[in-house]
């Protein structure tokens, strides 16, 4: 606990290292905040789990037999929700919007990277190792929130046009795709079926190491891109592939591993968590197995939607005319910058296209953990990775060398068909009109409105807008300005009104504050009465 502290406290200073802005500051106190509620859960947990003896892991594995089911069902729910607030699952999430964008880009990349797995790996060490599994109801606690942070965070992310704060919510969605693979393991470990455990533990972990290198590549890549235009306003961007080719390159790399593209890394591990879902009609209890095709259809949908949102990051960013100034000067960011996207790009692939031998090596890092078995995922000399029973079968090796060969095959193919392609450069069409300007392009806001407009329910955006008419007539207009915000769902219904309720009572209690020494004397003599006739009677 006093290394978590600490850890705690370091993310803090690295949040707040900028603080001359305002939003840095209260960004920081949210953190800060967050964190320490999650700190006092888990020493409730661990007292718990501790149960009078000392804090090594082994006494505390130990102890748990002599737990009752009551006390391991709430240490189970007070670390999880600790460790969750670490993670970021929704609704604890409220932090990583404000802290991300606050933070120096490459200290975003690490505690994403980094930071927010703790939480993950909290959360496996105290339901699989040191309780040793569970109920049911504990893994679908987890997947059921993993479910719910995944969807939630992408179409968050969807309505973001800060750059950063895209990104944000796009931790928060996987963090929810790893819980899903652990809570589905935990399902699988209570009904014994160990084999399908294995196979969604390796899944959540996978996906733990691969959001690590396509997170932090990301993030490098925004902070690029704020290094060049001072700004993480998707809107005042535009044009930047051909002002920084490198840091464009990197940031698509980036942008197809999150969306889950073969041949990259994000591919791989959700089709593992897919692969363990799709094994929920072997669980027993009809009502447990039909929350499975639930969990696919979300994981499906959370998975579209984050494709979508990376067509709109990349696009918005990079391609058409520029928006601002600054996105026309913009350059390209230095050597030292573009060395470390250009080894988490590499990492990306890598770990996508080796997954045979990523697989067994976490299979033996869990084998052993809470009754787990070997994996009896293996790799054949075809490069593929399979699954137990030989329920699915899948190769990213394979899916790269026949790319290779498609863009090979290309040139040979055109030379055949004598297919003789002459460049030709010239406008893009624009609906007749002549002389294109940045004002015809679609802008983060205009691409996601069809999904603002399915999604009013949840978004609930409040609209404002102002007309500047011409001062000799209300018939011509100089200006339209229109606002639109929206307020996350949990801050309007959790957060705003618990703020509310602790502002109503400081400022009752601040009456007691008369700024008299003899008032202060009479509550000291009248509190020590108290305590003394409480020691009589107790």
Known sequence: MLMWEGMSLTSYFLVVTESKEESVGHAGVWYVAMTHIGLALLLGAFLLLMNGGSGTFSDLRAGT???????RGLVFVLAFLGFGSKAGIVPLHVWLPMAHPAAPSHVSALMSGVMIKMGVYGILRITLDLLGGGPVWWGGVILGAGAVSALLGVLYALMEHDLKRLLAYHSVENIGII??????????HSYGLMTLAMLSFIGGLYHTINHASFKGLLFLG???????????????????????PWTAFFFLVGS???SAL???????????????????????????????????????????????????????????LPRSHEAEHAHESPLSMRIGMGILALAC????????LVVPTLGRVLTGIGGLPDSGIVFTLNLTVQTPSGFGQMSSTLVMLGLLMLFALIPFVMKILRVNPKLRVSDSWGCGRIG?????????????????????????????????FHPNSKYFVQSI??????????????????????????????????????????????????????????
């Not at 363990?276 to 959370?302: D, Y």
Request: glycine share 6%; charged share 15%.
């Open 65 to 71: 037999a002599s737990l009752s089911a009551w006390t």
């Open 179 to 188: 819980l899903m693979g652990v809570g589905a393991g935990l399902i699988f």
């Open 222 to 244: 925004a902070g690029s891109v704020l290094h060049a235009t001072h700004t993480r306003n998707m809107e005042e961007m535009g044009g930047l592939i051909k002002k920084m």
């Open 256 to 258: 197809a591993a999150i």
């Open 262 to 320: 073969p041949p990259l890394n994000g591919f791989a591990s959700e089709w593992l968590i897919f692969q363990s879902l799709l094994g929920g009609f072997n669980i027993p209890t009809p009502e447990v197995a039909l929350l499975m095709p639930v969990a696919v259809a979300m994981l499906a949908l959370t998975s579209g939607l984050a494709a979508a949102c990376f067509v709109k990051a990349f696009g918005i960013t990079f391609l058409a």
């Open 349 to 356: 692939l890598g770990l996508g296209i080796a997954p045979f």
């Open 436 to 468: 294109q300007t940045p004002r015809m392009e679609y802008t983060a806001t205009s691409f996601a409105e069809p999904l603002r407009r399915v999604f009013a329910e949840l978004y609930r955006p409040s609209k404002e807008l102002t007309v500047d």
């Open 481 to 538: 300005e229109y606002k639109s915000e929206i307020m996350p769902l949990f801050e309007r219904l959790l957060y705003e009104p618990f703020l509310s309720l602790i502002q109503v009572t400081a400022r009752q209690v601040r009456k007691l504050q008369a700024g008299s020494l003899h008032l202060y004397l009479a509550y000291v003599t009248v509190i020590l009465i108290l305590l003394l006739l409480a020691a009589r009677w107790l």
